[in-house]
């Protein structure tokens, strides 16, 4: 579809993908845009590979099949890489945001010649460092928006403040430490 | 005014029935059941609603629920899919044979053997005989817009009979996308108040529900039901006019896409119309002549409108995501078909099997069906008409 963002999550059962996938949806409806934000269900269990899929664009898309030709492609867990084929498909112009510790030209090694662009992020680290835990999705997602761009930075700031509260209500002393999570990921997403 | 918002279809469905607030709902409240109970039971729990909600053992209590409640002249609802429908099965035909108006939100999902949880349609076109009116919505929208307009189809003394609100399951029901809501007071006229003219519970005149019927009077049961049947027919139009009069989104059996001057088309139900909208955009934009028709209304058939509809075609596909083992194709092919017999000049007609159990339908599998109906119409052979799609050999 013309003038359509389409991003593909990989993730592993329990880290929070499908609610990352979601709260694009979510930020990006509130920037305006008509969207489509969908997990592929099957037998979940925890550390199981998942995918999940978002459509952001300007008019609605009518498409509800899985998404093959992402430009965006967002790997929760780094060590998929080396089960799962996550370049495949993936658009050129486009990008791939990993949660890792490592240098984009390291993981670069490991995509099988991908020639976009390979962005890094240490998402646990920054997880555990703020919020005392290891919830990569957060961080994650706050990379997914900078590199991609789909919504305003400053606009994603203030939205996801109301959606975390509107998802936290039952522990908003948590708001807090995720939007600093937010802020710190958008400065430390690394572009190589 | 309309609402703008964001939601799954199943949270659609689950507001839609906050905003109607109906009397009773009856749900077996974990899996095979849906989210939407669910989020219904949060909506009772925060006294949003003042339903009566009665978790049961099965979803053959959940539906004999209905049935009780019905009977005694409440509004009552339940939501189910897949092997839950499948367990509900001998109530199906209690609720329609007794006609009991109740509205039953399926999310349509395979039946197992093997396993499965995925989306398609053997469910509900396994219910198809049971006597229930069924709607099938593509997306999160025509869930919520068609859920509204079930009572008053259903509740409508020239019909009194048990419908079924039809969505896809997770393409559907687990996705999230924009969706525009109506104000609740508005749903609430819309809907109107349930005032049955007879119920068990009628002091001045009660009503026997489920009497035993003897031979001499079985038949002329099942005949009134055969021709409430056809009676819905009008109503649907009627309420689907109503509701597009007030919200600008219309609705009638089916949706005709681009079929003015359409050469080839598909015709199918749910989520996929979708995407084979995309596929005939795309081909329109090369000058083809392709169109869709989106099945909305499967119970009651629409059988001369569909038929009529497609009366300019050269060739048709008709898609069925539900295997009827009939050896000769699914249940919308066999219908379908059936109504263009009369046509003087019928096109040719395909059936395609495809989605079963989840398996994805892109628009590159549309465009292909639509390739090999090109292939028809320029050599007038149809070839065999019963054919799969998406699957491996």
Redesign the interface.
Known sequence: ?ENTVEIRWHGRGGQGAKTAC?LL??AA?SSGK??????E???ERMGAPITAYNRISDT?C?????I?DPDYVVVVDESLIASVDVTKGLNPEGAIIVNTPRTPAEIRAELGGYTGRVCTIDARRISEEVLGNNFPNTPMLAAAVKVSGVVEPEQFIANMEASFRHKFATKPQVVAGNMTVLTQSMQEVQVG | MSIRE?LSGNEAVAYAMKQINPDVMGAFPITPSTEIPQYFAQYVANGEVDTEFVTVESEHSSMSTCIGAAAAGARAITATSSCGLALMWELLYVASSSRLPITLALVTRALTGPIN??NDHSDAMGARDAGWIQLFA??NQEAYDNYIQAMPISENPDVRLPIMTCQ?G???S?????IELEETDFVRSFVGEYQPENYLLKHENPLAVGPYGISPYYMEAKKAQAEAMKRAKKVILEVGKKFGDATGRYYGFFESYRMEDADTAVVLIG??A??A??AVDALRAQGRRVGMLKVRVFRPFPFDEIAQALSGCKAVAILDKAESFSAAGGPLFAETRSAMYDLENRPKAVNYVYGLG?R????EDCTRIFDELDNIVETGETGEVYRHIGQRE
Do not use: C, K, W
């Not at chain 2, 994805?360 to 628009?363: E, I, K, L, T, W």
């Open positions: 579809m979601l949806a979510d409806f008509y969207v489509q934000g969908f997990p269900y099957g037998p609605r009518t498409v509800h099949s899985n093959y | 964001r949880i995925n593509e997306n896809d997770f393409i559907t687990h996705a999230v996308e924009n989520s996929s979708g995407t909208r995309a989840g994805d339908f892109r628009v």
